[in-house]
């Protein structure tokens, strides 16, 4: 090999070192994001991206499950008569849900997409635990919000005792379960309310789910980005009704934020916090990291509505502005009556599961426990998509007495439960293992940079590692003669070549000759330098350097 080449290949090789651990310190730095752009490019919302089909109708089969609290013992609700509200759980009433998404609008001034949610749901008696012609009995909602719109008025006081002796209205009210979801029944007092104030009454029936049956304007109608901007706004609400703020709660707690349930922001960590938005409810529930789980072999983070998505203050400072016109019940209740024609209506976790502990104190069968009815998103955190979903919330509806209206004068303040439903989701096993392809992309980059790195060191280090090498293995004269100037240190402090010397100025002789004694580790044996007659070892690691050692010069 010629002198050019002999050189030029070792500083190559270094040269690509330095590359490569550059490289692998970017992507160090860069991957992920590097990644969840391309990846971006290829799944943002489009007619024609991968993820449109899916988004548009759900693959997974969806089970609606409802669940209603049949009232025991309405007659002895009042107060002084020393029992408690007694209910007992029906259901579940399992519907099988049909969701499709219509009247879809793009808008690519701002990467967003416009529509409309639309579910048929189909009773499935096999999967349910019970008969949609059960009877069931709950509080009278209607007869008690036309009694509290009454309540500062003398003359509508007058108007509802009369209403209420006509139509024979008492507390509660019992319907078939048919009749209390989606087929809805019919209220004398809707049927008034429509001849006065056809505006205020907007249904014909009453029922906790009529009218959402087949119905595109449930939900309202939604906006949401695309993530074609932004793979990390993708499924993230941007406005409701046209709104960006409902007005139903003050300051933050009003603002329409969060997913839809589709999407969820990529590479999330455990320190993260989600929202899901609630049409009905009006505002985002936060979803709080509890637990890493595995969902078909891959990795997820579990995350769950705690104490902080039901809160008004009491435990979390910013929730202060869920309390309604000033009116802050105990932590574990939302009062979605600004979103409800202010009804007295409020939503709790199922059981007044994570509620303060009154509301149970107050009734009777109630039973919270956590793996039923626990509010969850289970996330693959690299792209943000759900894995199985579960849990729902309760409405409520908050009874107290009304002076003035003979009925409700002389009942208790109580926090009575009307129903729950939930819906659980979990994919299958050929959709997980697409899924499982993200953090696999994910770990491959993280060897690649790894590899990088290590191969980085080992070109950038080859070249003087082998000359090392070498020198070790080398003859024993030729490391002599390397290492020999380390041996000799005894300099003329006049000699201006040698600062060094200066160093070690330690003893000066009679005649005015400077001299040092410098110790060294013995090289002797390494080295293979034959030991000097008529000089003596102070042990058999090191020698001192006598004046007449060959190794001392003298002047």
């Known amino acids: 090999m010629s002198s050019w080449a002999r050189h030029c290949v070792p500083l190559g090789f270094v040269l690509l070192g330095i590359c490569c651990i550059a490289s692998g310190f970017y992507l160090f730095r860069n991957w992920i994001d590097m990644f969840t ?8 919302l489009s007619p024609k991206s991968r993820s449109f089909e899916g988004w548009k109708v759900s693959p997974l089969p969806l089970n609606f499950d409802i669940y209603l609290f049949n009232w025991t013992n309405p007659d002895d609700f009042y107060v002084g008569s020393g029992k408690k509200p007694r209910f007992e759980q029906l259901g579940p009433y ?3 849900e049909k969701p499709d998404k219509v009247d879809i609008k793009w808008h690519n001034h701002n990467a967003s997409v416009s529509f409309r949610k639309k579910s048929w749901f189909y009773f499935d008696a096999a999967g349910s635990n019970g008969s949609l012609l059960d009877k069931v009995t709950t509080v009278n909602t209607v007869a008690h919000s036309a009694a509290r719109r009454a309540a500062d008025n003398w003359l509508a006081r007058g108007s509802i005792n ?3 002796k006509i139509y024979g209205q008492e507390v509660t009210i019992t319907r078939t379960v048919d009749e209390m979801l989606f087929r809805g029944y019919e209220h004398p007092f809707i049927n008034v309310g429509k001849l006065l104030s ?5 249904f014909k029936r009453v029922g906790f789910h009529y009218s959402r049956n087949g119905s595109s304007a449930f939900d309202g109608d939604i906006n949401m980005f695309t993530g074609a901007d932004d793979i990390a706004k993708m499924g993230q609400i941007h406005t409701w009704n046209n709104l960006t703020h409902t007005g139903a709660f003050e300051g933050t707690c009003g603002q329409v934020h969060g997913s839809m349930g589709e999407f969820f922001p990529p590479n999330l960590s455990t320190h993260d916090t989600v929202f899901m938005y609630m049409p009905k409810m009006c505002r985002a529930i936060p979803l709080d990291y509890v637990e890493t789980v595995s969902v078909h072999g891959v990795t997820a983070y579990k995350f769950s509505g705690t104490k902080h998505a039901v809160d008004n203050g009491t435990l979390y400072p910013d929730t202060s502005c869920y309390c309604v016109n000033g009116k802050c019940m105990p932590a574990g209740v939302i009062n979605i009556g600004p979103c409800a024609f202010n009804a007295s209506v409020y939503m709790s976790f199922p059981h007044f599961y994570m509620a303060d502990p009154s509301y149970l104190d107050a009734i009777e069968g109630m039973r919270p426990e956590r793996e039923k009815h626990e509010f969850f998103m289970t996330l693959e955190p690299n792209a943000g998509v759900p894995m199985d979903v579960g849990g729902g919330f309760q409405a409520n509806y908050y009874m107290e007495p009304i002076s003035g209206i003979a009925v409700y004068e002389n009942v208790p303040r109580v926090m009575i439960p009307m129903m729950w439903c939930e819906e ?4 299958s096993e050929e959709i997980a293992a697409d899924i499982a392809l993200v953090p696999l992309i994910v770990l491959l980059g993280q060897i690649v940079t790894g590899i990088l790195l290590a191969g980085g060191l080992i070109c950038t280090c080859w070249y003087p590692t082998r000359q090392v090498t070498h020198f070790c293995h080398s003859d024993p004269k030729t490391k002599a003669n390397v290492l020999r100037p380390l041996n000799v240190f005894g300099v003329n402090s006049s000699a201006a070549t040698a600062p060094v010397a200066q160093l070690f100025r330690n003893n000066i002789s009679s005649s005015g000759n400077e001299r040092v004694g ?13 030991e000097e007659s008529g000089i003596t070892e102070s042990s058999h690691r090191e020698r001192l350097i006598s004046q007449h050692s060959p190794d001392v010069i003298v002047r």
């Open 518 to 530: 410098v110790r060294l580790l013995d090289y002797n044996r390494d080295s293979g330098v034959r």
């Open 37 to 44: 752009r391309m990846r971006g490019q290829e799944m943002a």
């Open 162 to 164: 009369i209403a209420n």
């Open 424 to 427: 659980r989701v979990r994919v």
């Open 94 to 96: 399992r519907f099988r």
């Open 198 to 202: 056809p505006q205020d009454v907007p």
